[in-house]
């Protein structure tokens, strides 16, 4: 069984976000980069499925050169292949353009894949667009948000998130799932694994190649700014005791903040 | 006009989608426009007048034996299949797990762009103007769709609810689902224990971070919650991964983000993870015995304390004030 993980290099949680206001974008320098944390219980969880039932992983992202080494991770992880389809834009934010380029190779590259693994959302863009437009331009299933994935012959149940429940969703083959935390514990590199992913070959895939026009890609988002969200002010801090600031604070609540 | 999904789940409307409503029924008043509503499914049509006292002038009701249960799918044939008739100049969702499903499936199958989980919608001379976090609300991105019917979801908790008389003609439409190979269907709903609300639908979040220091004490957080309507209780990582509460209970960049109108932070540090999920609550409130936790910087009110000492006098306080 094929199945592909559609992965994206993404700014580290831990990133300070400075933005250049002229071009409308995070600078990039200074910042570190990683693979997406949803993409990497993807990631994981395509490893399972094929330590259990065998077939190939293929590590998949749309982007520039730089997003290279989030593929060597995923090949270090243990992905039997990677692709790289170039694209020369930066972020666009623009979910639509990045399925329909990805929904285009699949059909190109990979018309046997039975499961397209995804994160559920793209830490920075955060955006959670792209794994259903996926499954709508291929006309297959989908279930987002995903804590457990059962595979089963030609099948699979995945158990997926909703507001205080979760939902069992019976899916036939090939479909979008994406992965919530909780799917499973990504394991790290072995240094056997990194070593043997430093060799491999990672193909690169061109628009052109996919055969899309110039005007087809256009970004369906026009950015106006980009901002700093106002930052929160510390308000009032009581110390002392217990009885005395429990006091305090409900009274706070009630009769200045009035939410109680 | 403004066509705004109702999401229902059980038969009844989603207070997410009623916020969703009053903010169309804002921008169609500002676009000169109306604001009308879609209800998807079986056995909703008496849901309709509670959408005309939200202020939807048409209630669209699409019922199908086979929209009975929630299906992405079908459900995505159907409202294009309305949309195409309508041609209205935006669709709304709730950013609800639902919407977050749908709403991209929806943009996809129409050919349009999508402007997910927006906090601020504004009407100016070139239409709508969208913002939204990114980089989990370290950055916010204001942009205009350029394809239409604009698709948008809306967070949660954010929009006020605006309750206005309409005239409320209800519409109900016949719909046409393809028939397709590849299947995705609902088989199951499997509910939390207790029914508790999400933390992402809470008016009051209650959460609990490494100081709690196990599993036992979340139970002196859902005491509180008992005390609090509309309250639930979240969590940082720390506690998820610690195991002493599920995750989907965790608050942050790896969990759920939320805008509730006051957020109590118990035993949490303030990691910038953690921050990322709820600096969009109205009123942040942090008990913490550190006073230089991080946490206390976005605090609206702090008390530097053993959390094990202040809440027995908090749960008398609040109790006090429910008489
Ligand atoms: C990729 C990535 C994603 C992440 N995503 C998230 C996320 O979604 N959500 C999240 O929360 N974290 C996330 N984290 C983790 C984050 O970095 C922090 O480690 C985590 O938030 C810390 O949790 P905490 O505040 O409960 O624990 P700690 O940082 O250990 O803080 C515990 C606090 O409790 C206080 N305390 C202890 N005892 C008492 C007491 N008796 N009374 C009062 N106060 C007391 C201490 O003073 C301290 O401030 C993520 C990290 C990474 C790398
Ligand atoms: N540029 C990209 N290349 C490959 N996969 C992507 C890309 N952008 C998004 N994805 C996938 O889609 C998921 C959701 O992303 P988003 O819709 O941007 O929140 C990610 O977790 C990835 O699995």
Redesign the pocket.
Known sequence: MDILVLVKRVP???SKIRINRETNSVVEEGLNFILS?YDEYAMEEALRIKGAKGGKVVAVTVGRDESLVILRKCLAMGADEAVLIKDPLPETYDGLRTARIIARFVQAKYPDARLLLFGKQSVGADNSQVPAMVAELLGIGQANVVVKLEVEGETATALREIEGAQEKVFLTLPAVVSAQKGLNEPRYETLKGIMMAKKKEIPIVSIEELGFKPDELAPQLAIIKMDQPPARQAGRVVTGVAEETARQLVEYLHTEAKII | MILTYIETREKKIKKSSLEALSEARRKAAELGTEAAAVLVGTGIEGLAAELSSYGASKVYVLESGSLDRYSTQDYAAALAGLVKKLCPAAVFFSATAMGKDLAPRLAARLGVGLASDCTQVSAGDGGLEFTRPIFAGKALLTFRLTSSPQVVSLRPNVFPLAPAAAAGEVIRETVEIPATTARAEVTEILQESGGEIDVTEADIVIS????M?GPENFELLREISALIPRSAVG?????VDSGWIGHQH??????KTVSPNLYLA?????????L??MSSSKVVVA????PD?P?FKVADFGVV????QVIPPLKEELKKLRG
Do not use: C, M, Y
């Open positions: 580290d949680t831990e944390p | 609990g971070g490494r100081g220091k969590a940082s990582r720390s506690a965790q608050v942050g960049q790896t969990g118990f035993g949490i540090s303030g990691a910038i993870q953690h990322a999920g008990v913490n015995k550190d936790a946490i304390g053993d959390l094990f």
